[in-house]
């Protein structure tokens, strides 16, 4: 069960959680999250995102004091709107993701890859044209090695014939986290990161820029990369009613599907408590 009172910051997912099936956020979740920010707790969107799409974000959670991007690897303060501050900036050498990749192939045969490295304005993701991948718009099909040659925000590989949950579980037991962070957001592919990237690691560069502590923030997700936010996060952790089984098995309590506004409908309970 949450705490009592009020929280000093939240923390929310977006795909998933705050952002409804069909790629919108209600009229409703906004103003809600407009009255958290007026009663005087930070907002803070937190995505695995990549900064290319940070507009995006932007538009689909206006009150976020900061971002948590790239599930972690990229923090931004955005309390002066018009002058954005990058508070962390992680990258994952492009040798090091080479590796990660060699060791899950030499155990689980070969991998549907593609690599996210540029971070301007929807810079496309680099690697295999692949249709299971859900935005092919944002695709430049290149060969592996082309993609590798220099540093990269995180990696996503798929198996055809591997359930995303089955590849994570053997991915975590193949890569060392000193190697890269794996984790997976629902996509239908793991999502390789930097090694100590997580959405709890961006997450606590925000609470150290306040002054907050870890027990006065409550956080909002849906998948298994928001798990490391939910074991760090002291004043409650709410999963959505269509979560992965781990995140609801972690939480301290389940609100609406994002579909019905349950970010909202729980923030506005609270209050009016």
Not at 65 to 80: A, E, I, N, Q, T
């Amino acid at each position: 069960m949450r705490s009592s009172g009020l929280p000093k910051l939240i923390a929310t997912d977006l795909d998933g959680t705050l952002v409804r099936s069909d790629e919108t956020v209600s009229e409703y979740t906004r103003a809600v999250l407009e009255r958290v920010k007026a009663a005087g707790i930070h907002i803070v969107g937190a995505t695995g995102r990549g900064p290319r799409l940070t507009e995006l974000v932007r538009f689909d959670i206006p009150a976020a004091d900061f971002l948590v991007m790239g599930g972690g690897s990229r923090v931004v303060d955005l309390r002066d709107p018009e002058h954005p501050a990058v508070l962390r900036d992680e990258r994952l050498a492009g040798d090091v993701l080479a590796g990660v990749l060699t060791r899950l192939e030499q155990e689980l045969g070969t991998l549907s890859v593609l690599i996210e490295a540029g971070d301007h304005h929807e810079a496309p993701l680099w690697g295999d044209a692949d249709p299971a991948w859900r935005y092919p718009d944002v695709v430049e099909a290149r060969i592996r090695a082309e993609c590798l040659t220099g540093p990269v925000i995180k990696g996503f590989a798929r198996h055809p014939e591997c359930d995303v949950d089955q590849l994570l579980k053997a991915a975590q037991r193949l890569v060392p986290p000193t190697m890269a962070t794996v984790t997976q957001a629902g996509l239908g592919y793991i999502e390789i990161c930097p090694p100590g990237v997580d959405k709890a690691s961006g997450l606590a560069v925000v609470a150290t820029a306040l002054g907050v502590d870890p027990g006065d923030v409550l956080v909002f997700g849906d998948m298994p990369n928001d798990l490391p936010m939910f074991r760090w996060a002291g004043f409650g952790r709410v999963a959505v009613a269509n979560a992965h089984p781990q995140v609801r098995a972690l939480a301290d309590e389940t609100t609406l599907t994002n579909d019905a506004d349950g970010v909202a409908t729980y923030l506005d309970a609270m209050l009016k408590l």
